[in-house]
């Protein structure tokens, strides 16, 4: 086999010394316009699970990697003169020009072909000449650009201007240090590299960037301005650079990262910030996995389909993660007042890779000096602490999502709605949420959707309210009213979601004349007379909740239901004073929350669901989201819950574990509302992260408790808790104790080769 690598990074180095080492016959070939010793950066960290992937499959490199690696466990969170430490870590890291001659000498004694300052043929001639083509071009691959057809790329870039430095002393940590100057905020990212040299990022928004002036210096000035903003950190002493120049973070996904016999990797292929510290990590691992799938494959293209199977998932992981890093770092500025540990433990979890569980096996004390900030009580894990909502003080921060579940007849709840909410009610959440409850006959969304426009609906829900006050005690029970908008008449979920009725629809009202998808129903839209009887067809639906004895109102104006759709720009078309600028949008649902309000009791708390991006080009805004929130408060709104989507047909969701919580994050900052995180949280760990966090006030979750009704129960008995934000009904208390389970063997390495 002949194969050709265009690039002389760690990833293209690492996977042709694999590449030859697994089989000596190859005829490998490294392209590499640069000299030996030219590279850019200082240190590169890597973790323990990378390194353990290095010493199966080459213990010749991980040995040398050994002998020059800086270990240490402890990061430094410097925020307005207080240092916080958090140990328990793991990091280890040495030069990058260091890492570049272990991984020649290795390439050089193995029979790799290396071509310094030279450029490589063309992908064409190379895909023509060889039988493998690896392309580790980087971030600005001109291979990804000359198949771009095929790769698909997408490249966005950020809000944040950053720079490569270095000082000559190593720091004894991890150290994030915040700036806070006339011009805005700066941060700090250094960590030690070698026993006498530390790699220092310096970061700030590109307004920031601009007032302080950096785009008008020379680099040397830049690079002392630094310095003296960042003396401290740095003992005095002065910062060098290595051809650095201030850049702006650009995130690479590719749709495919292989055509016939040409493969993407590392940065060619993906980059994700270099605030989690993943380049050099991800270009080494995707050696690592093309390397195996080339042995276990009986072809090259059925190994490059393997290799992108295996590590697009990985690699989409990462991505997620450290976006949510980076958009931590772009919006720093609105975490600066918060209590110091506090401060410390959001910066610590920002990826979502870090949570409370493991940073507290990490550091047991730094996370639990953050939780006796917080208010923990001894013993109690943030998601059993109590929240209060006007009247209601709710006994732990697990809310039961509104699901709804088209199972009743005639708009009435049955015994099917008494069993599943008594079930979640019995489960041990400080609330649980009805599903999107209709304000009239046509509102609803299904002929199975549940009501609250007649009294005999009023009286079927006073038994499910009856119920969980009387069997589960200390459990709240909310109703979530609302109307399906242009969204309404249609089938069953599990008969087709969103499709009209064969047959038997009903008219349909929106704020104006726009089908929800192709072939949807046109709905009416709202005159002003009809929109007087909608609002009171909301006043008369909560008065009948309230005599219901449901303890919470939720307003329900998200996911494209009538509320939604004037809150949208691209579903409110209207011109009149209910159109046009989000003033006006807001007018109407405004009218129905205070005409809501004005019947709902007033020891009772209300909150609204809004959709705080419609995932689509020209919608609301994360800015909208913040305006919203703030209009609603205003109003009286005790606590926002903050969803996205389902407003548009053509939306395009970044769906990921906790995708929506950066929302509400958001809008509690901004805004200085509480807040209801809701979306892909499914973990005790993810909760009690996020609460404590401050990312959040109450944590709502779905599809958990459809998997598991007592969710909650479970929850405490896995964390070995009993207090009292939490209490397990009589007759289960017998299986409060966690059942034992069969032990499980953790994955062998991807790829070993012995000595």
């Known amino acids: 086999m002949k194969v050709a690598v265009i690039g002389g990074g760690p990833g293209g180095l690492y996977a042709a010394a694999l590449l030859k080492r697994l089989d000596p016959d190859r005829e490998i070939t490294l392209w590499e316009r640069n000299a030996p010793d030219d590279t850019f ?8 699970e990378t390194l353990g992937g290095i010493e199966h499959a080459d213990p010749v490199v991980y040995d040398a990697l050994q002998r020059d690696f800086v270990r240490w466990d402890a990061i430094d969170i410097v925020h307005r003169g207080t240092t916080h430490r958090s140990s328990g870590h793991g990091f280890a890291a040495l030069g990058r020009k260091r890492l570049l001659e272990i991984l020649h000498t290795r390439c050089r004694a193995l029979g790799v072909d290396i071509r310094f300052r030279t450029e490589a043929p063309s992908p064409d001639r190379l895909s023509a000449s060889y039988d493998l083509v690896i392309a580790a071009d980087g971030v600005r691959s001109t291979t990804r650009e000359a198949y771009a057809h095929v790769f698909r790329p997408q490249v966005s870039a950020h809000r944040c201007r950053y720079i490569w430095l270095a000082a000559d002393f190593p720091f004894d940590a991890f150290r994030f240090e915040i700036a806070e100057t006339e011009h805005g905020v700066l941060q700090l990212h250094g960590y030690p590299y070698a026993p006498d040299a530390s790699t220092v990022i310096v970061e700030m928004r590109e307004e920031v960037w601009r007032a302080a002036g950096f785009d008008d210096m020379a680099p040397h000035e830049s690079v002392e301005r630094c310095a003296k903003i960042f003396a401290d950190a740095l003992r005095g002493q002065p910062l060098r650079s290595n051809n650095s120049a201030w850049t702006t973070f650009r995130t690479v996904v590719d749709d495919r990262w292989s055509h016939g016999n040409v493969v993407l990797l590392g940065d060619a292929a993906h980059t994700a910030h270099f605030s989690i510290g993943s ?8 050696a690592l996995a093309l390397a195996a799938c080339l042995r276990e494959q009986s072809d090259v ?37 918060q209590p110091p540990r506090q401060f410390a433990f959001n910066l610590l979890t920002r990826s979502r890779r870090v949570t409370h569980d493991n940073l507290r096996v990490r550091d047991a004390r730094f996370t639990g000096a953050v939780e006796r900030e917080f208010g923990c009580p001894a013993g109690t894990p943030p998601m059993f602490t109590p929240f209060r909502l006007r009247g209601l003080t709710l006994r732990n921060r697990v809310v039961v ?46 002929p199975g959707c549940a009501g609250l426009y007649s009294g005999r609906q009023a009286e079927a829900w006073r038994r499910v309210t009856d119920f969980v006050h009387t069997r589960a005690p200390g459990t709240a029970i909310g109703v979530q009213l609302g109307h399906s908008g242009r969204k309404g008449s249609t089938k069953l979920m599990w008969e087709g979601i969103d499709e009209p009725l064969p047959h038997g629809n009903w008219p349909l009202v929106a704020a104006s004349p726009l089908p929800y998808k192709p072939g949807s129903q046109i709905p009416r839209q709202l005159s002003r007379a009809q929109l007087t009887d909608l609002r009171e067809q909301f006043t008369a639906a909560a008065w009948r909740a309230a005599r219901a004895g449901f303890d919470l109102l939720e307003l329900h104006c998200a996911h494209g239901y009538l509320l939604s759709g004037f809150l949208s720009p691209l579903t409110n078309r209207r011109t009149d004073a209910y159109g046009g600028s989000l003033e006006k949008r807001l007018r109407f649902p405004l009218e129905v929350f205070d005409a809501v309000r004005a019947v709902w009791p007033a020891e009772r708390p ?45 939306e395009r969701p970044e769906f990921g574990r906790s995708y929506q919580t950066p929302f509400a994050d958001r809008v509690r900052h901004e805004a200085g509302v509480p ?3 809701v979306g892909a949280i499914s973990s005790w760990d993810d909760v009690n992260s996020l609460i404590l966090a401050g990312r959040t006030d109450l944590c709502a979750l779905g599809r958990p408790h459809l998997y598991d009704p007592h969710w909650t129960l479970h929850a405490a008995a896995e964390q070995g808790y009993e207090g009292p934000g939490v209490v397990w009904p009589a007759p289960y208390r017998a299986g409060s104790r966690r059942p034992q389970t069969g032990r499980t063997d953790a994955p062998k390495p991807r790829l070993s080769l012995g000595g």
């Open 279 to 286: 380049g050099t990590k991800l270009a080494v691992e995707d």
């Open 401 to 446: 999502s509104p699901m709804d579940m088209y199972s009743a007849t005639d708009g009435v709840p049955g015994d099917f709605h008494l069993v599943h909410l008594g079930a979640r009610a019995l489960g041990g959440a400080g609330l649980v949420m009805t599903e999107m409850v209709c304000v009239s006959e046509e509102g609803r969304i299904t």
């Open 301 to 337: 293209r059925s190994a490059l389909a393997a290799y992108e199977e295996e590590r697009k998932p990985v690699v989409a992981s990462t991505q997620r993660a450290a976006r949510a890093s980076l958009e931590w770092f772009e919006n720093l500025s609105l975490y600066l007042d």
């Open 606 to 650: 209300m909150t609204v669901r809004i959709s705080a991006t419609d995932w689509a080009e020209g919608g609301t805004s994360a800015e909208d989201a913040v305006g919203i929130a703030r209009a609603f408060a205003a109003h009286g709104a005790d606590a926002i819950d903050v969803s996205t989507g389902q407003v548009v047909d053509g």
């Open 675 to 677: 807040v209801i995180a």
């Open 41 to 48: 950066g200082f240190g590169v960290v890597l973790s323990d």
